[in-house]
């Protein structure tokens, strides 16, 4: 939920956090591997991340598995990385929910396979109880195209006169977002050295804080993850206000 754009706040550590997980295949490629190879490294390093986030207080971690953009990419990576995300679900899935993480995943499943999507409903329904780390796993998302699906939802709702347009507001449409359920982001982390957004989490990160670090995903360990949050500790969130 937004928070009150205000009110000044200073806080000792992110509640929710957002990675852009970037440079797998950058990173196989250095050690003369197959970009899969890089994603499998890259897959990995999520347990690590969603464990520090207990230590750390970080109640929500929402993580870019998989652009709408990503299809582009060769048949062989991308049936490769369907592939992983079965295989990571089908393993991790009883590990997560002994750890009391919750597991939800956004995106727009239309275009994914019936034995992915049964997967992720699987997960999703067996750590729906759950009340420690809420994981967020954006697969087959994009900003523009989760506004879109959100808007034709909204007009619906006012073609068949279940909402006014009078009424209609920027609270509205969050109402509608496949992260409605969630708070925006208050650090949005991009590793690899790219300093761009790409397409993520566009209205929810509206007022959020920004890291763009030369480290490689692979290469993300809790410790940097540490350092980020203190130093969003130390920043001063006025979401437009000013000190009087």
């Avoid at 954006?138 to 808007?151: F, P, S």
């Avoid at 982001?185 to 763009?212: H, K």
Wanted: proline share 4%.
């Amino acid at each position: 939920m937004p928070k009150d754009p205000d009110t000044p706040q200073r806080t000792d550590g992110p509640r929710h956090v957002a990675i852009i997980m970037d440079g797998n295949g950058r990173w196989a490629q250095a050690r003369g591997r197959p970009r899969l190879f890089g994603h499998h490294a890259g897959a990995k390093r999520v347990r690590e991340v969603v464990e520090a986030c207990k230590d750390l207080g970080i109640r929500y971690l929402t993580i870019f598995a998989f652009s709408t953009e990503n299809w582009k990419r060769t048949q062989v990576e991308v049936a490769g990385l369907m592939n992983l995300f079965r295989r990571y679900i089908s393993k991790e899935m009883r590990a997560l929910h002994d750890e009391n993480v919750r597991v939800r995943f956004i995106g727009d499943r239309v275009r994914l396979d019936q034995k992915l999507i049964t997967l992720m409903d699987d997960l999703e329904e067996l750590t729906a109880g759950n009340d420690g780390v809420n994981l967020t796993i954006a697969l087959n998302y994009g900003g523009r195209d989760e506004v879109a699906r959100a808007t034709r939802r909204l007009a619906e709702d006012v073609a068949e006169g279940k909402l006014d347009p009078l009424n209609v507001d920027e609270e509205t449409l969050p109402r509608y977002l496949d992260t409605r359920v969630l708070p925006d982001p208050d650090l949005v982390i991009r590793t690899s050295g790219e300093a761009r957004i790409s397409n993520f989490l566009l209205w929810q990160s509206a007022y959020a804080e920004y890291e763009f670090i030369d480290t490689l995903w692979p290469d993300f360990s809790a410790e940097e993850l540490a350092r980020l949050c203190r130093s969003y500790g130390r920043r001063d969130r006025r979401f437009g206000a000013v000190k009087v």
